[in-house]
Structures are given as C-alpha cells and as structure tokens.
C-alpha cells in the first residue's frame, strides 16, 4: 500500500528543525580592512554559533561554517570572529550587523567592525537583488563574566537580511549564542583574524554516532564530518595503549576506563574538520576525563555535566581515559532522557522504524513541542514521497524550505484541517488537528471504520466540529487515547513522545 522510506526521516526532521537545511554556492567580495595591532601571546579558539537556548547549534551557525576558530588577544582582552556569507535555501546574505551582552544581563552593545564584504543576495527573497554589506569579521572585548576556562557562551544579536533568517524574527535580531572552547586554544602569531569569505557548499545536515556497547557518541554536522562516517570505539583493558595510560595516570589515579575513538569513511580513517561533541556516558562530581597523547603524557579535558553524561568539545579523536563517576542509564535507543518514560517503548519503536531520529545521539527530547510541518512531512514520507507540482496557495509556506513538498502534497490531497488562509507549517501542532491529518491520510487508501461516541469525555464539547469525525476515528481505532482518563484535550499541543507514539499505532492499524 505504501512505498518504503527511502532514507531517514528522522535525520532530516532533525536538520531542518536545528539548521534550517541550509544549503551554500559561491562568491563574495572582500574589502580591506583595519589591521590588528601586534597580538603577542595571542591565540586561536574554537568558536560556533549556538542557539541563544537549547544545547545545539543556531540557526545562524552556517555563518561561520568556513570560521571555526577566533582569535584571543590576552594584552587587550578582545577576541576577533570571522563570518561567510550563507545561502539558506537559495536566500543569500551573511551577517550584517551583530551585538553583544557586555554584562550578562541583557546589555547589548554593537561589536566592532574589522573587515567587510559584499554579497548579491539574488532575487529569491522579493523579486530584488540586493548588495549586502556584510561583517566578514569584526571584534568584540571580553566581558567580565568570562572566566577563559571551558566552554563559554557570549550572548549575540545578529542581523541576516534578506533570507529565512530574518524572516523567522522579522526585521530585528537573530538571538544566538558565540561558543567558546578554551580547552582548544592553540598559539598564534597573526596580528589580526583572516577570514574565509567563501561561501561553503553542500547542505549542512546533523550527524549523530552512537556506539552501542559503550554508549559513547558524537554529535556533529556535515561541515565537520562526512555523512557516511563510521565512529569506532574500543573499550582498552590491557596491551600497549592501556599501558601507556597507566604511565601517564600513575600520579593521578591507579583505576580508570581507557577508550580508543576514530572515524573512517569508506574504510579510510577521517579526523573531523572542525569541533564535535564527545560524549561519554557517565556522570558524578568525582569525574574527570583525559586524553592520553601520543608522546605518553595527559592532557585534562574539561567539558559539561549533563543528564546524557560528560560533554566534551574536541577537533581531534584518540585515546580517552575516564576516571571516577557512574553509568548513566540508556533506552533501547540509547537515549537517556526517556528512561522510565510513559512514552519510552513507543519512542524506541518509533526511532528503530526510522520515523524519528534524536534531537541528539543521546538525547530525544520528549516533551518537546511538533510542528505541523514536521508532522505533514512524516506523513509525505511514509507515502514514498510523491512527485509534487505546483506550489502551495499559504502565505506562511516558505519557497525551497525544507517541508514545502510535503505542504504541497498534503494541501492537494485534502490532509490539511480547515484553516483557511491562517495554516503555518512552523505552529505547533494540536492533538485535534493530528488527529485530523491522520485521518485524512488514511483515507487515501481506505474507507474509515465508524468512530467511537466521545461523550465519555468531560471535554468532548470542546472538539472542532471539523475535527469531530477524525477524532472518533482515532479513538475507535486506539490511535489516540485521553490525556487523562475524562478529558481529551483537544486543542493540546502534541509533544515528541505522543506523536511517536501516536504513529506507531497508525502504522499498526495500518498493519504496517
């Protein structure tokens, strides 16, 4: 009845809920800038743009995609970042304007322009093409709540004009976060931040390894490792590596687990092109984590404490030493923020059939909201992707976004619920109106069985008369159950863990 998925689902719902799917061609002009004055004992950091809240890279982090690492003046404590210009989704721009929290406290200030460039953003956005002036770098003095040790974040405004981006806040300021990572600092004799104004190409799409035997995994992106990557981890416990180990750890501790990562593509070994997350699935205040170098000394690597385990920010992959600490228990799936869930079988069933993927290798995220879009393209995929003509009639329907197919699909073939002019594919979607989409797919192919009388639940009144016969359908059918057992909640927005769920029952009534 259905086609198979043709890939994963989840590791697109994931791109486009985190990056925006964007994409990046060429060309940009440079113009000279001010020269830094002599930067003595200066250093290079690596450096990303972080989503102002949420453990995960911003929306904006495709404009530092070719400027990975910033450079740290230590005699006049300012640090100089480097940008690209972007293409998201075909709308070209680059950062044109940024501001800084001087305090930490919400006090921003504008950054101090180095150097600029130019970019045609092309007619996509309204039918123009506009030349934007844009920061290819600029400088920003430390505030004083940076301590130089770890990972740190520095509160950002940025302005991209002209793509998704600016769209997303209007006229005003993308809120991000300038990331850190002191632990990578590195000596530099540059004077003054180099940038790379290219534009990088290739769709930047979320990479997410896992090693089930250890737990261990890495989080990335396709501008750091390749898609295809295969990440290998062995648990050492005797031989040449662990006796090395056991040297450099003499004076620190006599027990330790001893770990040896890599990453190869196509059988050939691959190091990432930029910093990627590490982590390793163990927690506790008396944990500490090292590298074991090649030369047979240590090196102490500080990262972040988190429910999934000890986070570290690393360009370079090796031997690891793990001392101190618990296990921190995993699902199936190995995510660790779903054990004991109510939810917790229906998402590793729904993670194993490839309808979702993690918000990270360790981490599902199940009380976070879905968005009718991302609902309508599980649904687009489950029927093969069928080729789509024509465009979407919604004002709210982005051009060459990521679900645009999928809106086109569901529009021409009656899935979407009556909203008229007002439906937005970035709206969180409700327990009524998934319902609705659910049973209008299935009558693709079907002739729906009767419903169930709702009255038994205290809040039945309340169900959209457009909604009505779908959700007795999905009760009948035990798609959808109460929230409670009086109460249907309706217009309840639908969490990860319930819409997994809820398609695991669709596909079972579907006897798929």
Not at 73 to 94: C, K
Not at 96 to 110: E, H, K, V
Not at 211 to 230: F, H, M, P, Q, Y
Request: aromatic letters at 8%; proline letters at 4%.
């Amino acid at each position: 009845m259905r086609k198979k998925m043709k890939r994963s689902l989840g590791a697109l719902l994931s791109a486009a809920m985190i990056f925006g799917l964007m994409a990046v061609p060429a060309g940009a002009a440079e113009s000279d800038g001010a020269a830094g004055s002599q930067n003595a004992g200066s250093q290079l950091v690596s450096v990303d743009l972080w989503k102002a809240q949420g453990d995960e890279a911003s929306m904006g982090n495709v404009a530092t995609d070719n400027n990975q690492q910033a450079l740290y003046n230590p005699q006049t404590n300012t640090l100089q970042v480097a940008t690209n210009p972007v293409d998201v989704s075909g709308y070209r721009s680059a950062v044109a304007a940024a501001q800084y929290d001087t305090t930490g406290n919400g006090d921003f200030t504008d950054v101090t322009p180095l150097t600029t460039g130019t970019i045609d953003t092309g007619t996509k956005n309204d039918g123009v093409n506009h030349t934007v002036t844009y920061l290819s770098s600029f400088e920003i003095t430390l505030p004083d709540y940076i301590t130089k040790q770890g990972v740190e974040y520095i509160p950002l405004k940025m302005s991209v004009p002209y793509t998704p981006m600016d769209v997303v806040v209007g006229t005003g300021y993308l809120d991000a976060r300038l990331r850190i990572d002191w632990t990578s600092a590195e000596a530099s004799d540059l004077d003054a931040i180099i940038p790379n104004t290219e534009i990088s190409s290739g769709e930047i799409a979320k990479v997410q390894l896992r090693d089930a035997a250890t737990g261990i995994s890495l989080d990335a992106d396709t501008s750091k490792v390749n898609e295809s990557a295969v990440m290998t981890v062995q648990h050492i416990t005797s031989g040449a590596d662990y006796e090395a180990a056991k040297t450099a750890l003499a004076d620190t501790a006599s027990s330790f687990r001893l770990y040896r990562i890599s990453l190869s593509v196509a059988g050939e070994i691959s190091e990432p092109m930029g910093a990627v997350n590490v982590t390793f699935p163990f927690a506790g205040g008396d944990l500490s984590l090292y590298r074991i170098n090649d030369n047979g000394t240590k090196t102490v690597l500080r990262g972040e404490g988190q429910a999934s385990g000890y986070t570290i920010l690393t360009s370079s992959l090796g031997l690891f030493a793990v001392i101190g600490g618990e296990s921190v228990q995993a699902s199936a799936s190995g995510f660790t923020d779903i054990v004991g869930h109510w939810a917790e079988e229906n998402i590793d069933e729904a993670v194993s059939r490839g309808l979702f993927n993690g918000t990270s290798a360790t981490t599902f995220d199940p009380q976070n909201p879905m968005t009718c879009g991302m609902l309508l393209t599980v649904l687009y995929r489950i029927e093969g992707e069928p080729a789509v003509q024509g465009t979407s009639s919604y004002p709210t329907v982005q051009a060459g976004s990521w679900y645009e197919d999928a809106v086109i699909w569901a529009e021409q073939n009656g899935i979407i619920g009556d909203y008229g002019s007002a439906f937005d594919p970035v709206k969180n979607v409700t327990r009524e109106e998934m319902a609705t989409m659910l049973y209008r797919s299935y009558m693709l192919h079907n002739t729906p069985t009767a419903g169930s009388d709702l009255s038994g639940f205290s809040d039945a009144a309340s169900v959209s008369g457009w909604a009505k016969d779908a959700v007795s359908w999905a009760v009948a059918a035990g798609i959808i159950t109460g929230r409670t057992g009086t109460t249907i909640v309706p217009e309840g927005e639908s969490t990860r863990a319930e819409v997994a769920t809820l398609f695991c029952r669709y596909l079972d009534y579907c006897g798929e």
